[in-house]
């Protein structure tokens, strides 16, 4: 009998069961229309109803602003770090934007950036992107606001949603999009990767305020100017059509489970289980984070003390691997555990991690 597998990967990550049983269902034949969505047209009339039941899934579980726009484009997080700035820091005119680095993601983000203007850090770096992001006193000159709403491998959560005159707040989702409800108006611009809470790898997601269109430096490539992704509804070339299609399942999966209010109670309870444990583990388990912006989806700690022992975070993988638990390795620049606790992971599968953490620090202690 095959071990359940239990993925706390932190992306690609775990898809919902139904969601998989489904598409190998679809697979080689499409709602009985004897083709695969894997060769279908991206103009067939079959491909274009899947595109847009995706785009109303997504207006619907987010409540997006008929304003915005909503795009599906290839390039994924890294792509939207050069788009950005392209499609953007040209909105003002000495060309500069204003970054919060929260983590290696909007670090990456703001490196890009730089390449093509003036990139002010309005943040100093936080202390190893552990601690609290204060924004006190308020930036005043700020026009493109940027920073990673949540850092996948620092484990920080971050929730900037003021709204000022004349900024334009954008925010990288990759790593918690739709694990929550989140109020698209306060934002010009939301990128999400779809590989780690909305399906699989190869498409990103652009919600994208109106008047922000047709703002793009001359050098921008034509895939990543958003007015032309935007006027031809992510159709100019070939989109990510397979994952696309996955995405609508996966939406469909999301609604079907109470929406993104459901999403964040579900995954509110699955990560404070793992807290929990940390906190009451006396410096056993220590989660570098403050706790005023831990994150919910990826949760970061060592075992043994606080900087960590390898050889027991070693035995912990192995134990967890045991378990049938993978993929809970730390990211290699910041090494330890990190538990990925995106949408798909069940209480259940959560519930089998704390019980492991319980038992594993009962008999090391
Ligand atoms: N932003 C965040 C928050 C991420 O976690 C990641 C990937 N882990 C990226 C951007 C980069 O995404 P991609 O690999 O799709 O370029």
Redesign the pocket.
């Known amino acids: 009998e095959q071990k359940q597998t239990i993925n706390f990967g932190?992306?690609p990550a775990k898809l919902p069961q139904s969601v998989l049983l489904q598409a190998q269902k679809e697979l080689v034949n499409y709602n009985g229309i004897g083709i695969s969505v894997l060769e279908m047209s991206h103009r067939s009339s079959d491909f274009s109803k899947i595109l847009s039941s995706t785009e109303s899934l997504l207006r619907e579980l987010l409540n997006i602003p008929d304003n915005y726009k909503v795009m599906f484009l290839q390039?994924?997080?890294?792509?939207?770090?050069s788009a950005v700035p392209l499609n953007l820091i040209g909105l003002k005119e000495d060309n500069c934007a204003d970054y919060i680095v929260t983590?290696t993601?909007?670090e990456?983000?703001a490196k890009e950036a730089a390449k093509y203007g003036k990139v002010n850090i309005v943040h100093p770096k936080l202390d190893k992107y552990t601690s609290k992001c204060q924004l006190d006193p308020e930036p005043v000159v700020l026009l493109t606001f940027y920073y990673?709403?949540?850092?996948?491998?620092h484990g920080g959560g971050y929730n900037i949603t003021r709204k000022q005159n004349g900024v334009v707040l954008v925010s990288?989702?990759?790593?918690n999009f739709l694990s929550r409800p989140v109020d698209v108006s306060k934002f010009g611009l939301i990128f999400a990767?779809a590989?780690?809470n909305v399906g699989c790898?190869g498409v990103?997601v652009v919600i994208v305020r109106e008047d922000l269109l047709g703002h793009a430096l001359n050098e921008c490539p034509i895939v990543l100017d958003y007015k032309v992704q935007a006027t031809n509804n992510s159709l100019y070339n070939t989109p990510p059509c397979f994952s696309i299609y996955i995405m609508g399942l996966v939406l469909e999966w999301i609604k079907n489970n109470g929406g993104t209010a459901a999403m964040e109670k579900l995954n509110k309870h699955k990560s404070s289980m793992i807290y929990d444990i940390i906190n009451v583990s006396n410096g056993f388990y220590a989660c570098p984070v403050d706790v005023a912006c831990r994150s919910r989806m990826n949760v970061p700690f060592r075992v043994g003390k606080k900087e960590g022992d390898e050889a027991l975070e070693k035995k912990f993988l192995d134990g967890a691997l045991k378990r049938g638990m993978i993929s809970l390795k730390g990211h290699r620049s910041v090494g330890g555990i990190r538990a990925s606790l995106y949408n798909a992971v069940t209480l259940e599968d959560a519930q089998a991690l704390a019980t492991y953490m319980k038992e594993f620090l009962k008999e090391h202690q």
């Open positions: 932190p992306g390039g994924g997080g890294s792509g939207q770090f983590g993601w909007s990456r983000a990673g709403c949540n850092e996948t491998v990288d989702m990759s790593s990767g590989q780690k790898a990103t």
